[in-house]
């Protein structure tokens, strides 16, 4: 005997089915007249009979129940168990991204996996008050201030991003670094970055002033502790505090390399340092007030933040695996 292929009960069965019953028909006249199998109009009643009032079923109701569980129905589970969302919600409040939380979590525990688009999904659609935790997506910026360009360059002996050795771009070896300004318009006082190209390690340094002499000072102070093949070049964009680059090339045996103007771009890790940098001391932070203490916190938290460029190891392990261990 062929089994007939199950489908739906439609709004006008429904209705048959309303009326059969307040005639008082058994399960088995109402399947008949249907020409379905008495366990379907069973199972409807069971499952969208209404849930408090027994004895009656309203077909328009009805209908409404069996259509929010098959909506329900498509649903699955964004997280597959209560040990990975604890981990999600950790990793957000450390300020990890989607991304990184995805990348990571099968390197902290094997067993598990998630994709980053689960945990977007988990965050809207399941748990809104976690989205203050996510980065925000900043609006397209503008060049701001004048733009006249220097007829002549005001750097010493500038040599072009140009005219950088082309391995430099590939990442494949270690030693070079990007250099970056922070300013605030509440303080003279700046914050100075470095990252590594290769590691992506980052160090950050308070100048009291945002000058030539200041900024130099502050660079030789973070690179000169670290073994000679880790400095090998520094690029920088055309600011008028990096014009003593000469100086930190004599005292670091470096050599420096300039950006094209307005081309900031093109150190493009430490402007991403910077952006990540600014989550935490917004614009209108004081650098002044800013203790070293805190500055430290927030290397270190840069530091042990899984990237996915480094195919989510910290900075700080693609450092050791470099042979070399960092300590502030």
């Not at 922070?182 to 003279?188: K, L």
């Not at 530091?303 to 900075?315: A, E, F, G, V």
Request: proline share 4%.
């Amino acid at each position: 005997m062929e089994k007939r292929k199950y489908k739906q009960l439609s709004i006008t069965e429904r209705e048959i089915i309303s009326i059969l019953k307040e005639q008082h028909k058994s399960l088995r006249e109402i399947a008949k007249e249907l020409n379905r199998d008495p366990t379907t109009i069973c199972r409807e009643l069971k499952r969208n009979a209404p849930p408090v009032y027994t004895g009656y079923y309203l077909a328009h109701k009805a209908q409404q129940r069996a259509g929010n569980r098959k909506s329900k129905a498509h649903q699955r589970q964004r997280l597959k168990n209560d040990a990975i969302s604890a981990y999600v919600q950790e990793k957000l409040s450390l300020g990890w991204s989607p991304e990184q939380i995805s990348g990571r979590l099968s390197k902290d525990n094997p067993e598990f996996s998630i994709s980053h688009e689960a945990v977007y999904q988990y965050i809207y659609k399941e748990h809104a008050e976690l989205i203050p935790l996510l980065a925000r997506s900043h609006k397209k910026r503008h060049q701001k201030g004048h733009s006249r360009k220097h007829k002549k360059s005001h750097i010493p002996n500038r040599v072009s991003i140009q005219d950088r050795p082309a391995g430099i771009a590939t990442r494949k070896h270690i030693g070079h670094w990007e250099s970056d300004t922070m300013v605030s318009r509440q303080s003279t006082a700046a914050l100075l970055l470095l990252i590594e190209r290769k590691t992506r390690v980052t160090l950050i340094e308070k100048l009291e002033q945002k000058t030539a002499l200041a900024n130099s000072q502050g660079i030789i102070t973070r690179l000169e502790a670290l073994p000679q093949h880790l400095r090998q070049t520094i690029t920088y964009d055309n600011g008028s505090e990096n014009t003593e680059h000469e100086t930190v090339n004599q005292e670091l045996q470096t050599r420096s390399y300039f950006c094209n103007p307005y081309h900031s771009w093109e150190k493009g890790s430490v402007e991403n340092a910077a952006g990540l940098v600014r989550r935490i001391f917004p614009k209108k932070t004081n650098f002044a007030d800013v203790t070293a203490s805190e500055i430290a916190t927030v290397e270190n938290y840069l530091n042990n933040r899984p990237r996915k460029c480094l195919k989510y190891l910290t900075p700080l392990e693609a450092m050791a695996n470099e042979g070399v261990a960092l300590n502030r």
